[in-house]
């Protein structure tokens, strides 16, 4: 899975090293998923297609944070067309939907396997290309997004030690430096 994982999403979670070794990595219950608020001062769009999409998108993240994972991924997944279609597809809005959509679809691979977690890894590496793009790569909001893309990857090298399967050294370092 790893291998799926380009060299700029590494390089933003090794830029972004010293602020996750800060915080807690045991406390898995922890999502830094996004709301509109954290972007919205970002968008002027007033047309009312713009606040269906920010309703479906809030009731998205609601049952998000409720943990029904699939109700909310079934929110996300209505919503990301029409933000494409109002915002364009390089869009703060559109990067926020991808985290959150990655947040789902984490959980939803602790009960249906390795399939979601592709999707997760998907998710917040779009999202996290699209915050760079758009925000910068210390932007508080694309830090949320490095940690979600870091902490999912620590979760599934633990699993591949536990069954044997290798990982690399690179890798291993790499998630393995917030602890040191």
């Keep these: 899975i790893f291998r799926q994982i380009s060299s700029k999403s590494m390089d933003a979670i090794t830029h972004h090293l010293p602020m996750l070794s800060m915080q807690d990595s045991s406390d898995s219950t922890v999502d830094n998923d996004i709301s509109m ?3 919205s001062n970002l968008s002027s769009d007033p047309e009312a297609s713009a606040e269906v999409a920010a309703s479906l998108s809030r ?3 609601q049952l998000l944070r409720a943990g ?3 109700q909310s991924l079934h929110c996300f997944l209505q919503v990301l067309p029409q933000q494409r279609e109002i915002y364009g597809t390089r869009h703060p809005s559109v990067a926020a939907t991808l985290n959150n959509m990655g947040v789902a679809y984490k959980y939803m691979a602790q009960q249906y396997g390795q399939e979601y977690e ?3 890894l998907s998710s917040f590496e779009e999202a ?3 915050f760079q793009e758009c925000l910068g790569p210390d932007h508080p909001v694309t830090a949320k997004t490095v940690h979600n893309l ?3 990857m620590q979760r599934i090298s633990k699993q591949k030690a536990e069954r044997g ?3 690399s050294r690179d890798t291993r370092a790499i ?4 602890s040191a």
Excluded: F, H, N, P
């Design 68 to 70: 029904q994972y699939e």
């Design 59 to 61: 009731q998205g993240k």
């Design 118 to 120: 592709r999707k997760a």
């Design 37 to 39: 608020s954290d972007i």
């Design 175 to 178: 998630l393995t430096a917030r």
């Design 128 to 130: 996290l290309c699209i």
């Design 150 to 152: 870091w902490q999912l």
């Design 165 to 167: 399967i290798y990982v």
